[in-house]
């Protein structure tokens, strides 16, 4: 018969075996000195999606994304752990779905009386939620640093802007004031006086339109770009007619986005292609999906391509085209502002913009939205 410290020792054997077998918010693997799996707990099975029937056997490095696998990792940490009894890591790992968790790992040695290592025990943690934490809290970080600079910039520019009319209308009341008999110079000085006054309050309009596109997660929905890009042709019928203009328009996505500033967007591009054009605008409005292309951009978005055939400008200037009040062609009216709205607009979807262009030659805006935000 067994001695009760014989039972003792089985029963906290038992015990120890249905500890690891039920603690949930760990995956305790098995592995033999290949790296096969031998054993696992419920924990395993909860963070890895696989049932025990269908992982027993298989190599861990299974869970390992085809770049990591491509680089030997998990082998690499096999070897260190026999080097060094242990060996931790974090990372992506894979589960049975596909879907990624950001993992933490120990993996310590076993070994038998001799000291010859006979398997592992991998101890796998899921840490998705505080890496996500952490990612959201550097891009928070990052984003009210752009922000501040941004600010510091916009608040330089505009009071540069602003002050050029104002010095203007002080110059030409000087002038005035020294001609009051003459009726002729007095109405030119007063033309000039209005100019400036008039372009001063369009700078301020602009202004205000350019802090007024801040996104607001409940104005979001799904919009239909056709509905979008119909409506801002609506508006400018009278000029595509004057012009004898030609626009063309590919069938677009539905995305998700707020509608009032979509068509600001489009309202800016359809108008500057239509405006810095000297003969018949021709404007293209093409649009792909990235996941059928070859694209640097991501393939879960859509490439929106508004190009027309205007007079365009020197790609070395492509940056200083978003920035606030910087106009790269002279002789047509405006602030330098829509473009700088029209790239905040892309941005708070979640989006990218850039633009092609060459002298005379045409101008292409490339914009990059998710399919989902």
């Not at 031998?38 to 909860?46: I, P, S, T, V």
């Not at 292609?273 to 978005?301: W, Y």
Request: proline content about 3%.
């Amino acid at each position: 018969m067994q001695s009760n410290e014989t039972k003792r020792t089985l029963l906290d054997d038992v015990r120890f075996q249905r500890m690891i077998e039920e603690v949930e918010d760990y995956a305790i693997i098995l592995l033999d000195t290949e790296g096969n799996i031998r054993n696992w707990n419920r924990g395993a099975e909860k963070i890895k999606g696989y049932r025990e029937d269908e992982i027993l056997g298989r190599n861990f490095s299974i869970f390992y994304p085809a770049q990591d696998r491509k680089d030997k990792l998990p082998f690499r940490l096999i070897a260190e752990t026999s080097a060094n009894g242990r060996a931790d890591h974090e990372g992506w790992r894979l589960r049975k779905d596909g879907s990624t968790f950001w993992a933490y790992v120990v993996i310590t040695a076993l070994h038998d009386e001799q000291g010859d290592i006979i398997g592992f025990t991998k101890v796998t943690r899921d840490l998705t939620e505080r890496k996500r934490a952490e990612e959201q809290k550097d891009r928070d970080a990052k984003s009210i640093a752009l922000q501040n600079k941004q600010l510091e910039e916009f608040a330089y520019v505009t009071s540069h802007d602003l002050q050029e009319p104002i010095r203007k209308i002080r110059a030409f009341i000087d002038l005035a004031r020294q001609d009051m008999d003459d009726r002729e110079s007095l109405e030119y000085y007063l033309e000039k006086i209005d100019s400036s006054a008039g372009r001063m309050i369009q700078l301020i309009k602009d202004i205000l339109a350019f802090s007024r596109i801040s996104p607001n997660q409940s104005q979001y929905a799904q919009v239909d770009l056709n509905q979008v890009v119909k409506d801002v042709l609506a508006e400018y019928e009278m000029v595509i007619s004057e012009k004898n203009a030609k626009i063309q328009v590919d069938t677009l996505p539905e995305i998700q986005g707020i509608y009032l500033h979509l068509q600001q967007l489009f309202r800016n591009l359809i108008s500057n292609a239509l405006k810095f054009n000297e003969d018949c605008p021709i404007v293209t409005i093409s649009f792909q999906d990235t996941a059928k292309v070859s694209s640097k951009f991501p393939d879960n978005g859509y490439l929106i391509n508004v190009s027309d055939n205007g007079i365009g400008f020197d790609q070395k200037y492509a940056e200083q085209a978003f920035q606030p009040f910087k106009r790269l062609t002279s002789g047509f009216p405006g602030s330098g502002i829509g473009l700088a709205l029209c790239k905040k607009i892309v941005v708070d979807h979640g989006g990218s913009i850039t633009v092609q262009s060459k002298p005379r030659k045409g101008t292409t805006f490339t914009l990059f939205f998710p399919k989902t935000k």
